[in-house]
């Protein structure tokens, strides 16, 4: 799939369950995490530069900003976007000249502003509707799961994945994933490998079957 088309889902605008839906909005569907990783592998394979010299300069870059940020400063990365601290006060403000009002100040976030330029840049972008629906409201049976799964696996070529693809692949929340990956272990569905910590999972042959329409 060309990386200028981009799969979207449709998701109900919030309402009370007694309620019927208003409308719609779009979110990106499936999306994957791009990681430092990626980048380095990308950006080494454009330049001279070296997956080294890449992790060095992102991990200066991270320096700056922190220093930069908490001395109350903007930062502004040309053709990116300006990196601003945020400032709450975690009390409410009803004396403007109380000298405890700075007691009670700190930096809650990070506004990042993009530039026009990058922003224009994403103009050019098909958008298909995914085939694979996104967060489910409702319990998926175990056929459903298991060729979810199928169909992931297929589309990525990895026989093994983690508590996240599980996430994306079936649409499900991470609260009921957490309920779902275990009692899909304990019916022989599904393979736990790995450790406690970072655990993954791949389909059993009980699941390819199980899967079959």
Known sequence: MSSNIVEYDLREIPHASDQPVSGYYPVVAQSMTFTTEGICRHASKASTLTDADIKGMLAMLREVLIEKLRQGQRVDLEGIGTFAPVLTS????????????????????????????????????????????????????????????????????????????????????????????????????????????????????????????
């Open 90 to 213: 975690d009390e409410a403000i009803d004396d403007p000249n109380s000298k405890q009002l700075a007691r009670h100040l700190h930096f809650s976030g990070v506004q990042f502003r993009p530039k026009k330029k990058l922003v224009s840049a994403l103009a050019s972008v098909s958008f298909h509707r995914t085939k694979t629906p996104g967060v489910v409201t409702k319990l998926l049976t175990d056929a459903e799961l298991m060729a979810r799964l199928r169909s992931f696996r297929d589309k990525t070529g990895r026989n093994l994945f983690s508590r996240k693809d599980f996430e994306l692949a079936t649409g499900y929340s991470r609260a009921r994933s957490a309920q779902a990956l275990p009692r899909l272990v304990a019916e022989g569905l599904l393979d736990k490998l790995g450790t406690s910590r970072f655990p993954y999972y791949q389909m059993t042959d009980r699941a390819a079957a199980i899967s079959e329409p």
